[in-house]
DNA sequence: GAATGGTTAAAACATATGGTTAAATCAAAA
DNA sequence: TTTTGATTTAACCATATGTTTTAACCATTC
């Protein structure tokens, strides 16, 4: 159950609407008027609360990067296989973005725009832990249990095949006339499809 | 030989500028003046060849939305099978695309943030012929040449693959460390690897 | 209930920004 | 050379927009 809008403190019903209009309309297009109207308050508010509009939008684009990295990356630690951790990741991180579709745009965007100084400042102690799984890799490769292959290829094919639906979304509605509810029911099937073409092109 | 800042008319500097803008920073932060000081002309100059700010964005919008349709559409209409469609297909994509590597993220993102009216009216007249490549696929898959597969997720696996890397550049760059050749090489890299995924991943 | 300190809003402010105007410039035609 | 029409510029305009100010409001404390 989500909060009503009347049982928010000012500053969450500032946050809520400031995520609902940056989302949609990035940094550049997003207006104070905007989230001040969104969240039903005096626009002078949202600088007593967020000294400016580069600070509310840290905090937010602070809180969407956190929807953006996958909430499985500890089973990259786990005791299991490649295939099986390819297989949970992929099925996890689609349903993961399933939730919060707008994020992937909105973030991949957004890191392509604002200054790296800004960035380095936001997203510092945020780097997964690989070298595990790098060494697993290489381990059963050697086992001849999956084919050699570039782990950044990997990395490519995998987060490729997740997330750019969703950043093209709007397109491929667009293109292929489908609606929202039949996008997601694709999106659905691609929980089982992506993480079976991976492995079927490494295995050996 | 590209034409130097001297030798193009002010119409060409305009849309040379305004090109390199957009692309850099979108509808909503690209600025009337940037692009004149790109130019190296006055910012009235502009609002004389071009009305508004909306009709030169429509202009480039238009150009730059060219350079991301595929230049090997036709290729689904030669006579070749359904394996070497998609090998030359995402090869020269891919190609294309390294050509002009900041195309897709921005036409991405206006497509999200343009109203929808906006968008059909550029974007009338640019449907691919696509129902002789479905047939060709139902044909082969009768044949037991090709596995039975869904045709928007062949569609969005391709996509996916070739073009998600470009839209991600920035953020790969950034967990990978890899700087702007590295990348490249890693795109050369995947002008083979991604039809070999595909082509492996329906070959019956 | 007066005082206090945090909270909210209306209005004002400064600047940025897209767009316009009117004059200067320039090249080609007469 | 003069004229004419297109090109280019500097200055200006109106509005949008992020931010600040000032005062009203409101709950809590003394």
Redesign the pocket.
């Known amino acids: 159950m989500v909060k009503s809008k009347k049982d928010q403190?000012?500053?969450e019903k500032i946050l809520t609407a400031a995520k609902k209009v940056f989302l949609a309309k990035g940094m550049d297009g997003?207006?104070?008027?905007d989230i001040a109207d969104e969240a039903?308050?005096?626009?002078?508010?949202?600088?007593?609360?967020f000294?400016?509009?580069?600070k509310?939008f840290e905090t937010i684009f602070l809180e969407v990067a956190n929807a953006f990295v996958p909430k499985v990356i500890k089973l990259f630690e786990e005791d299991t296989t490649v295939f099986e951790k390819i297989e949970i990741f992929c099925r996890e991180y689609i349903n993961q973005i399933m939730q919060t579709p707008y994020v992937p745009i909105f973030i991949l965007n957004e890191i392509n725009k604002q200054p790296e100084a800004f960035l380095k400042k936001i997203l510092t102690g945020r780097n997964i832990p690989v070298e595990k799984f790098l060494a697993q890799l290489q381990k059963e490769i050697k086992q001849k249990i999956i084919k050699p292959i570039e782990p950044v290829q990997l990395l490519l094919n995998v987060l490729s095949l997740c997330l750019f639906p969703f950043v093209a979304r709007p397109m491929i509605q667009l293109i292929t006339g489908m609606d929202k509810n039949s996008f997601m029911a694709v999106m659905e099937q691609r929980k089982k499809e992506v993480p079976k073409l991976i492995i079927e092109s490494i295995k050996k």
């Open positions: 403190s000012p500053e997003a207006r104070m008027q039903g308050i005096n626009k002078a508010l949202l600088h007593y609360y000294r400016s509009k580069e509310l």
